[in-house]
């Protein structure tokens, strides 16, 4: 079983910053994708960011610019550097590890980290 956990969230001004992480843990040989998902309240989840495990990355063109999305192969962790946050910007921030595969020869399967909340004050 594959767990992830996600932590740095909180309550910050508008055009501030915080930085969340999301490390993966249990039976890990390979994640082909991590990425970066959120949901205000009264909306749907809507993706954020995504890095493949060669580091190519893709934004949502509402945080271009202003959020970077990092990865630690090694520690199997995952990074969402947020800058200039907007009160838009606050919501649930959800981690996903796509096509995790425990061993050589698995299918693979994704995983949802438990959540943090993000609250930008204006």
């Known amino acids: 079983q594959v767990q992830l956990v996600e932590s740095g969230g909180g309550l910050v001004q508008a055009g501030g910053s915080l930085r969340l992480s999301c490390a993966a843990s249990?039976?890990?040989?390979?994640?082909?994708?991590m990425g970066w998902y959120r949901q205000a309240p009264g909306k749907q989840r809507e993706w954020v960011a995504m890095?493949?495990?060669?580091?190519?990355?893709k934004y949502a063109d509402s945080v271009t610019g202003r959020f970077t999305i990092s990865r630690d192969n090694r520690k199997n962790t995952v990074y969402l550097e947020m800058n200039s946050l907007k009160p838009e910007d606050t919501a649930v921030y959800y981690c996903?590890?796509?096509?995790?595969?425990?061993?050589?020869?698995?299918?693979?399967?994704?995983?949802w980290g438990q959540g943090t909340q993000v609250t930008v004050s204006s």
């Open positions: 890095i493949t495990a060669f580091h190519s990355t």
């Open positions: 249990g039976s890990i040989l390979s994640i082909n994708t």
């Open positions: 996903n590890a796509a096509g995790v595969r425990g061993e050589i020869g698995d299918s693979a399967h994704d995983y």
